[in-house]
Each structure stands twice: as C-alpha cells, then as structure tokens.
C-alpha cells in the first residue's frame, strides 16, 4: 500500500541497520522532508547523505518502480531533478535526461505496522485506537487537543466565509444564517439555513420596527402561512404576508423540509422562529454588539431571547390554547449557540480582520463552557480521555469526524502512536491492561 509506505518514509521507521541503493552506494536520511500533497513529488526539502556526500532535494515513492512511467514521470519535467526514488518493489532502473541513473532505495513497510494499521482500519470499536491511550503522555494528548480545536475552528471558519460569500459578503447575514442553522439544534440545522437564507435581510430591515411584520415574513418565507387554519393572528399573519411577498417578490421554501418527529414542542420550528424573530425585533444581537461583548455573561444575555403573546400560548397555528410559557432559550441551548454559532463567527471575522485579539476571545469562551454530553464524547472518555470544556468536546468531535470516521489513521498522532508500537511492546501492553 503506497500511502502506508509514505507513512513508513516520512516518520523514519526504518530498520536501524545501515540502507544501501540499488546500486550500492551508502544512504543515510537525515531528514524525510515536508510531504507534499498537491501535484509534484511526494517529499519536498529531502536531506539524505549518498556515500557521504549530502544531497538535499525531492523524493519520489511508488509501490513499484514502475509506476514511474505507468503515472508519466517520465515525461513532466517536474521529476527531473529528485534526488531518490523509493519503492517496495524495485523491478526497473531510472534515468535522469541526462542518461546518468537516479538513486533508488527498496523500503518495505515492517509488518508490524501492516499488521497495525490493519488492526486500525478493521477494528470496530470506539475509538479504534482505544488500547493505546492508556498508553499516551499527558503532553501528546494536549497537544494533539490543542492542534484539533484549532482546525476545528479553522473548518467553521471556512463554512462561514463560503456563507459569506453566498450572502453578498454581509457579515451581518451570515451572522443571522449561521445563528438560524444553530436554532435548528441538529435535526432542522439545514431546513432553518434554507429558510434563512430565503430572506432578504435588507426588505426585513425596512420593517424592524414592527414585530408582526418581522414575524409575517418569517413564518411566510418558512412555508408555514400557506394553509387555511382558524384564528385571527393566522389570519392576519397570512394577509400581511400576502402583501409583503407582493411588494419584495418573495419566495418561501417548501414546509416539507420541517421536521417535528421526536421533537419536544419547546423545540418545534414555530418555538424557534419566533425567538428568532423576538431577537431580530429587540436587535439583542448583532455584529456590533456581539464584538463589544467582552465576556461569555455579556455573550450569553445577549441570547436572552423570548416570544410573542401568541407564542406564549401556542406551540403551533392549529393548536388550541394553553397555560402561558415564556418560551426561551435554556442554559444549555444558549451554550450550543455560543459553541456552534458565536464563537465560530468571532474567530472567523477575527481572522477575516487580521484581530487575533478576537480569535483568542473564540478559544476562551469555548474553554468557559461545559462540555457537551454526546455518544461521542462518551466514547472517548471511556477509552481514558475525559473533557473538562468544550474546547476539549470539539477537538473530539473533530477528530471523530475527519479522522476516526474516515479511518484516516495515518494523519493522526494517536494513530501515529498505535502504528508505531513494535510486537513486544504491543504485548507488554496487553499484559498491562489485563
């Protein structure tokens, strides 16, 4: 497998004994070099030491030599200059240009890690790697936590600026987006990011001041004035939409895209729309006022969000009346908006500003909050990685995503850390744990 061999090549793990070329001359590899991942050779900045004489350049790895022609090295320029070729199965000679022969080196992946890796890609519990992190220093843990929580960050970063750029390059509407896909809390997180982004922000602005035109276009653009039920807020609702949509040539979504199915009422889309609309109406939050919030209490009241009348009564249109609720958001849904939602966008347009100082107040607010309690989460902390904030949960998510799902072992450090362990200490191990 020629990815585990340049996994073999760039962490050294090499048979200790001295490496020769095919045509004999003595090889010492002083450092792998960067891995490249676009077009080129695989290795870049290679340093090696040929009978003595240290070359620094390319490196190009196949599973068999081969290969070189079979991807059309041979004739892109781009391969004229590497200093070794490295292969599983050596079963041709290279040449430059020039017609002198290219170095090449036979490197074959040690059992051991085959035998590990596949271990790693087969093993079906959760976390795969689940043996090895008794194992693991405090330091390594930490710093692989820290590197996750940043390309979390760095992930939500990109799906904002995408946003963004879908939105007209508005910060102001990607703020309301990317805070309306959290209101749907997982299950409607995508019908509320189509609903959101269904509203021209700008015609809504023209009526901030009244809540029952903010909430005329909010439950028309959802899709959900189009039937005939009884009562008078509907009814009116349903007028007043009419006429909206006429005046800004709206378009509401399909209200087939709700989903109710194992929701609590408190969460029912009507529940959430309308908070939006309440937090839209009071203008609690926006981007100015999000970026003077200095701490994660200023953060929090500025979600402090709650309902109309109608909705302190009604969990839907053709419900019939209940006993008033202040229908707001709980503590620990403030918490996911603030995790998934606010602290994203203040890293995001930290660095769309070039404001570290923004960014840092990111990684602070998730280093405040609880972390979240999910089967993920669970799984690690049985396997000995406990969270104490959700700093810690979002590095963990993370790495459940893009790597323990994918299987993609080799980018991993705790991977990197199970592959490497040699029989004997697998066995010390095992007899360790039992």
Not at 65 to 83: L, M, V
Request: net charge negative.
């Amino acid at each position: 497998m020629e990815q585990l061999l340049h996994y073999t090549w760039k962490h050294k793990i090499f048979p200790l004994h001295e490496l020769r070329t095919t045509d004999g001359r003595l090889l010492e590899v002083l450092n792998p070099g960067i891995h490249n991942t676009d077009a080129g050779p695989d290795f870049t900045g290679t340093k090696i030491k040929l009978n003595g004489i240290e070359w620094v350049g390319n490196v190009e790895i196949h599973q068999k030599t081969s290969d070189w022609f079979r991807h059309h090295h041979d004739t892109d320029a781009a391969y004229e200059n590497i200093i070794l070729h490295v292969a599983a199965e050596i079963d041709q000679r290279l040449f430059y240009p020039n017609g002198q022969e290219i170095p090449q080196l036979q490197l074959s992946v040690p059992s051991y890690v085959e035998e590990n890796y596949s271990e790693l890609s087969h093993n079906d519990c959760r976390p795969p790697c689940r043996h090895v992190i008794g194992e693991l220093s405090t330091f390594l843990i930490h710093n692989w936590m820290t590197s996750l929580t940043l390309e979390r960050f760095e992930e939500r970063t990109r799906q904002i600026m995408l946003r963004r750029e879908a939105l007209d390059k508005n910060w102001e509407d990607t703020l309301f987006v990317t805070l309306a896909r959290n209101f749907g809390f997982g299950i409607n997180g995508d019908a509320f990011e189509q609903w959101a982004q269904s509203i021209p922000m700008s015609a809504v602005g023209k009526h901030r001041d009244s809540l029952f035109q903010i909430e005329a276009i909010f439950f028309g653009q959802a899709g959900l004035l189009e039937d005939n039920h009884e009562g008078d807020y509907y009814q009116q609702l349903q007028k007043e939409y009419r006429y909206l949509r006429q005046k800004f040539t709206l378009t509401p979504i399909d209200p087939k895209v709700w989903k109710f199915l194992r929701l609590r009422p408190q969460n029912f889309p009507y529940i959430r729309i309308a908070q939006l609309a309440m937090l839209y109406y009071e203008q609690r939050l926006n981007l100015s006022r999000l970026l003077n919030a200095q701490n994660l209490d200023e953060v929090s009241a500025l979600l402090l969000t709650h309902v109309s009348d109608y909705w302190r009564t009604h969990y839907t249109f053709d419900t019939q009346p209940t006993k008033p609720v202040e229908k707001t958001l709980s503590p620990s849904s403030i918490q996911l908006v603030i995790i998934n939602s606010v602290a994203p966008i203040l890293f995001a347009y930290g660095k769309y500003k070039s404001d570290h100082s923004l960014c840092d107040r990111a990684f602070s607010l998730w280093e405040q909050l609880k972390p979240e309690n999910n089967a993920i989460i669970r799984d690690w902390a049985s396997a000995g990685i406990p969270c104490e904030n959700a700093a810690d949960s979002q590095a963990l998510i993370q790495l459940h995503r893009n790597y323990c799902q994918r299987r993609d072992c080799l980018r991993c450090k705790f991977g990197y850390e199970y592959l490497r362990r040699t029989p004997d200490f697998l066995r010390e191990g095992e007899e360790g744990t039992s």
